[in-house]
T-cell receptor, first 114, second 116 residues
Framework: DAGVTQSPTHLIKTRGQQVTLRCSPKSGHDTVSWYQQALGQGPQFIFQ???????QRGNFPDRFSGHQFPNYSSELNVNALLLGDSALYLC?????????????FGEGSRLTVL | GNSVTQMEGPVTLSEEAFLTINCTYTATGYPSLFWYVQYPGEGLQLLLKATKADDKGSNKGFEATYRKETTSFHLEKGSVQVSDSAVYFC???????????????FGQGTILTVHP
């Protein structure tokens, strides 16, 4: 049973560029959350998708956007990259209708902005 | 807003020593509390959780008790092993279950190193 998978694992971009990160949730999960983890810090919630809609959003600017597809996979898009966007981006999934469904995390995509 | 504060790290212990990692939180209502662990080269994994006051979560010899009066959820283990070396994160969800479980607030993490 594959867990949460993310791609790419590492990538380097320059300021002003745009990036798309991808996530496949754990089998049987239908809800995907995205987190940003700066070096030496805890993860920060970006947003959560369920039934192809953004359901909750953290304190991130509109440059951060996402999408969920009918197969429950998800993308995170970041436009107009800033140096401060350099971080590990984590995707997590859970079963949305299970009241206490555990959140499972992928290993992340490490983005470096030069 | 919600926040989680963990003790300053890193923590270095000898094998079989007693471990405590402090965690305090600020939240309205009745949050659920979690400890996640990140082993080298791996993703975050749920270690234990507690969903209401006085609940004790436990797993792999680790324990933590949800103390509403002190807004704390300290992680403890009686005898650590080298294999426990990892980064530990305290986290909270705004409510007990439902969609809030996808929106966690994390502490800054505590690096634990255990020497033989």
């Amino acid at each position: 049973d594959a867990g949460v998978t993310q791609s790419p694992t590492h990538l380097i971009k320059t300021r002003g560029q745009q990036v798309t990160l991808r996530c496949s949730p754990k089998s049987g999960h239908d809800t995907v959350s995205w987190y940003q983890q700066a070096l030496g810090q805890g993860p920060q919630f970006i947003f959560q998708y369920y039934e192809e809609e953004e359901r909750q959003r953290g304190n991130f600017p509109d440059r951060f956007s996402g999408h969920q597809f009918p197969n429950y996979s998800s993308e995170l898009n970041v436009n107009a990259l800033l140096l401060g966007d350099s971080a590990l981006y984590l995707c997590a999934s859970r079963h949305g209708t299970l009241h206490t469904g555990e959140l499972f995390f992928g290993e992340g995509s490490r983005l470096t902005v030069l | 807003g919600n926040s989680v504060t963990q003790m300053e790290g890193p923590v270095t212990l000898s094998e079989e020593a007693f471990l405590t990692i402090n965690c305090t939180y600020t939240a309205t209502g009745y949050p659920s509390l979690f400890w996640y662990v990140q082993y080298p080269g791996e993703g975050l994994q749920l270690l234990l959780k507690a969903t209401k006051a006085d609940d004790k979560g436990s797993n792999k010899g680790f324990e933590a008790t949800y103390r509403k009066e002190t807004t704390s959820f300290h992680l403890e283990k009686g005898s650590v092993q080298v294999s426990d070396s990892a980064v530990y994160f305290c986290a909270l969800a705004p409510n007990a279950g439902g969609t809030s479980y996808g929106k966690l607030t994390f502490g800054q993490g505590t690096i634990l190193t255990v020497h033989p």
